[in-house]
Structures are given as structure tokens and as C-alpha cells.
């Protein structure tokens, strides 16, 4: 009878341990690719959840604005509503007019640049010997309120005796169909975008504005001045109007949102954010917001015209 060896005793031969190693061997490779792919699943899992955090996630962060005065009171009132809305990020804003906003911007000290003027070609290109992308988002659309005291017994200019006013060609109300009232020159300082645009638009931009000019450096200084002064003349943005002053039709046209949207309107621009490339992260987040439902209808309460 045969008589069957013990187990043991068949694992001691040279074949049977040769055959133990490899199965051991065999083991150990597949329990090793076996853990390795479960490793290269969290790895991949975990990279998924840092580059594309998810959806409703709280944002975090700081953010910098500074420049066009025109701007820095809608400005301030998108930053409260947004900051409102995501208790985590803060942002600063500051005034100091449009060319100050775009010469911060250039020397990369701030996110955005507010500019209610379009951006020079020579600050393009010192933007870029900077190593900076200049990039204009439209917020919204202004124009241009000329106001006067309501003692000029002004109603309405042509853009062309306007330009001769703040040239200083036309000095008394009663030339252009006023009151016989000296005419006092009010304006915005020159660093203000507001300066820049009403100049190459009404005064001429191979003219100079009249030196008896007092250079304002904010829109509620303008207004300020008009309202006290029987023979003032200034110009604010929409938004700056109020009751106390006269806004004049320009070549018969008043500066209202229809008309600035059509085009008919002829002291209407553009208001913008200027960034470094296109807006990225928390500020990308900001600038969509600004564009969306609840930042236009800011854009609209503050007197402006919304984009949409």
C-alpha cells in the first residue's frame, strides 16, 4: 500500500522549496501593486480636491482697488455687498483718481485699478517694460453731467461753444444765451480720468483747458462749488447729480441711460476695473459677481448704467 508522505517532509525537498520561494515571491509583487494602486487612487483624489475645491466652498482671501474717484463710491458699495456675502475675504478700496489706480497697478501693488477713462497707449506699454498685462474689464457705462448754477439761466450748450468755454473763448453766460454772468470755470484735478476724457472730448486734445480753471479733485467738491457760485459751470459723473444744480442738454441731448446706451449721448464712456491678465481666483470671483444680477443693480442705485 502506498504510504503518503507528510507535508512537511515533501516542502524539504530542493524542488519543493524552490516552488515555496516563488510562490513567495508571487505574493509579495501582487500584494505590492495591489497597495500601489490604492495609494495612486487617494493621491489622485487628493490632488482633485486642492486644484478644484468644491462648489459652495467659503472664499478666503484679500483684494486691493485704488484709483478713479468717479468710481471709488460704486466700488465701495460692490466690496460691502461681496464681503457681505462671503465673510471671508476683505477688500480695501481707495480713491486718488484714475492715473494714480493705473500707476498702482503698474508697480503690481494692487489687484485691480479703477479707471473712468480707457487706458493710454503709453500706459500700455509701460505696463509691459513692467512685466505687466494691462486688461480692461467694463463695469458699467457714465456720462458726463455738465451742471450750472440755476442763477446762469443755462438750460442746454452745443459741445462746441462748451469746449469754448473751458477754453476760455466764451468768459460770460449772456454769449451762449444766459444771464450776464461771469462764467467760473470749474473742473477736476489732472490726475482724474474725468479730467482726461473731457478734455480730448470737449476741450480738444491739441488744446488746454482755460487757466482760470479751479482744479477740483472730487465730484462732490464740483458740486459743491456749483451750487455756490451764481456763475459756476462743472462737470461730475451721472451718478454726482443732484437738485440743487442744473444739468445742461449737450447738442440737445440729455445725459440719461437711454441715451448713453444708444450712443446719442455724447459725453458717454466706459468705467473700468483694470487688471494684470485676466482677473484669476478671488478676483476673478469679485469681477464675475460685479458683472452678475446684484452687482449691476448696484451699478444702477449708484446713478450709473449697468452693462447689461
Request: some cysteine; hydrophobic content about 40%.
Amino acid at each position: 500500500m502506498f504510504e503518503r508522505k507528510p507535508i512537511v517532509a515533501e516542502l524539504t525537498t530542493p524542488k519543493a522549496q524552490l516552488l515555496l520561494i516563488a510562490l513567495f515571491v508571487l505574493g509579495v509583487f501582487v500584494l505590492t501593486f495591489v497597495t500601489g494602486c490604492g495609494n495612486a487612487d487617494e493621491t489622485s483624489s487628493g490632488s482633485a480636491s486642492t486644484d478644484a475645491p468644491a462648489q459652495g466652498e467659503d472664499l478666503t482671501g484679500m483684494l486691493t482697488v485704488e484709483g478713479s474717484d468717479t468710481m471709488v463710491n460704486i466700488a465701495q458699495a460692490w466690496a460691502e455687498k461681496f464681503m457681505d456675502e462671503n465673510p471671508g475675504v476683505m477688500i480695501t478700496i481707495k480713491g486718488g483718481g484714475s492715473g494714480a489706480g493705473i500707476a498702482a497697478l503698474i508697480n503690481d501693488t494692487v489687484d485691480f485699478a479703477l479707471s473712468s477713462r480707457d487706458v493710454k497707449d503709453s500706459e500700455f506699454e509701460e505696463g509691459e517694460a513692467h512685466g505687466v498685462d494691462i486688461v480692461e474689464n467694463v463695469t458699467s457705462y457714465d456720462g458726463i453731467a455738465v451742471i450750472v448754477n440755476p442763477a446762469s439761466g443755462m438750460t442746454g450748450i452745443s459741445l462746441d461753444d462748451l469746449g469754448k468755454v473751458y477754453r476760455g473763448e466764451i468768459t460770460n453766460w449772456s454769449e451762449v444765451g444766459g444771464n450776464d454772468l461771469d462764467i467760473v470755470l470749474i473742473g477736476r484735478d489732472s490726475a482724474s480720468g474725468t479730467f482726461a476724457f473731457f478734455h480730448d472730448e470737449v476741450v480738444g486734445a491739441d488744446n488746454d483747458y482755460s487757466p482760470s480753471m479751479r482744479n477740483i479733485k472730487t465730484n462732490m467738491g464740483i458740486v459743491s462749488e456749483v451750487t455756490g457760485n451764481p456763475g459756476a459751470v462743472g462737470y461730475v459723473g451721472m451718478g454726482y447729480v443732484t437738485d440743487d444744480t442744473v444739468t445742461l442738454e449737450i447738442d440737445g441731448v440729455y445725459g440719461t441711460v437711454d441715451h448713453v446706451l444708444d450712443g446719442s449721448y455724447p459725453l458717454s464712456r466706459r468705467m473700468l476695473m483694470l487688471s494684470n491678465g485676466q482677473p484669476a481666483g478671488i478676483a476673478k470671483a469679485f469681477f464675475d459677481w460685479i458683472e452678475g444680477p446684484a452687482g449691476q443693480q448696484i451699478v444702477a442705485d449708484e446713478g450709473f448704467v449697468p452693462v447689461n
